[in-house]
């Protein structure tokens, strides 16, 4: 079963941006906490651009839209999610290509980004960073049957909980060391809005 | 007569950038030096453009070594390198911005190797 198309996936960056805009304000605040305060705005205005960028494109495919939205996140965002969100978007694209986007496509996509997410960031399992959740979600989608997309939501607001007490060691907010314990990673929190707009999308009817 | 190995700095901060260029001018003629400093607008951050653009500005077959100075910096600067495709690159990983392109540019001026350079700066590794 096609489970993403080119305008569904359209839809999904646009339910991001939405999500972004409304949670710039808690995003900043958790970035302040343990980074340099600059996360709420920088995926705001990144999703803002992926937006503007592919509204009124014409795609072939779900990976051409992807690598579109990667692209245009690596552009216009200053700090380190631009990179990082668009090395996930990119291997998801090439996960993708030349492919129509069912189940299985979709898993190996997102497995692809998480390994992406590792390398880029040089992070591991456990180190207080969105990789964690990217992680999760691909170990669920391993294990389980994807028609149950809310379990991904319960995976990834598990995993945001988890990421609250760990110490970090990767990233700006490492430079705290065990100070960085009781706040939740804001990578990790806007990764959360990333699939929730996925579950958003994917419960409409087709 | 070979090119000198050349020099890129990728700062989040655009006065970062224009300082450290000024300081090795002062000493050093002519090396290539080229900045991506700062966002698109110049604000605190770095662009993966911009770092393309620095380092198409000073490359050539000697290769040239990036200098950046805190981790978003060092991802963008090796996507820049990954989508330009370019071997002759190298990021110096844990080398102070200052005191790091200081020496790069010092011993690029004696007529160093790219290799010769990337192993000087390795007794200047910082510890983060």
Request: hydrophobic fraction near 40%; proline fraction near 1%.
């Amino acid at each position: 079963m096609i489970i993403l198309t080119v305008d569904k996936t359209k839809d999904w960056m646009k339910e991001i941006q939405q999500r972004m805009a409304d949670n710039k304000d808690q995003l900043t605040a958790l970035d302040q906490a343990i980074g340099d305060g600059d996360h709420g705005i920088n995926m705001a205005r990144g999703f803002h651009e992926v937006v503007a960028k592919i509204n009124h494109a014409t795609y072939d495919s779900v990976a051409d839209v992807l690598k579109s939205a990667a692209m245009t996140l690596m552009a216009k965002v200053g700090g380190a999610s631009g990179p990082l969100y668009g090395t996930a978007f990119l291997k998801m694209s090439l996960a993708m290509q030349g492919k129509e986007v069912d189940q299985d496509v979709f898993k190996q996509s997102i497995n692809d980004a998480a390994e992406g997410l590792q390398d880029r960031g040089k992070a591991d399992f456990g180190e207080k960073t969105m990789y964690d959740v990217w992680k999760q979600v691909s170990n669920f989608l391993e294990e389980e049957d994807v028609e149950d997309w809310h379990g991904i939501l319960e995976v990834c607001q598990a995993t945001i909980e988890d990421t609250r007490e760990m110490t970090a060691t990767k990233g700006r907010a490492s430079y705290l060391k065990e100070r960085s314990r009781g706040h939740v990673d804001p990578g990790s929190m806007s990764s959360f809005y990333i699939f929730e707009a996925l579950d958003e999308v994917l419960d409409l009817e087709a | 007569m070979t090119q000198k190995v050349g020099i890129i700095i990728v700062s989040h901060s655009f006065q970062i950038g224009e300082g450290v260029k000024v300081l090795i001018d002062q000493v050093i003629e002519d090396v290539p030096i080229s900045l991506a400093c700062g966002t698109e607008d110049n604000d605190i951050g770095t662009s993966i453009e911009k770092i393309q653009g620095a380092i198409e500005q000073v490359a050539s077959d000697s290769g040239a070594i990036i200098f950046y100075d805190l981790g978003s910096a060092k991802m963008n600067a090796e996507m820049a390198i990954e989508l330009l495709e370019s071997s002759s690159i190298r990021i110096a990983e844990e080398i102070p911005v200052v005191e790091g392109s200081y020496i790069a540019a010092v011993e690029s001026n004696l007529g160093k190797s790219l290799e010769e350079i990337m192993s000087s700066l390795e007794k200047i590794k910082i510890n983060m």
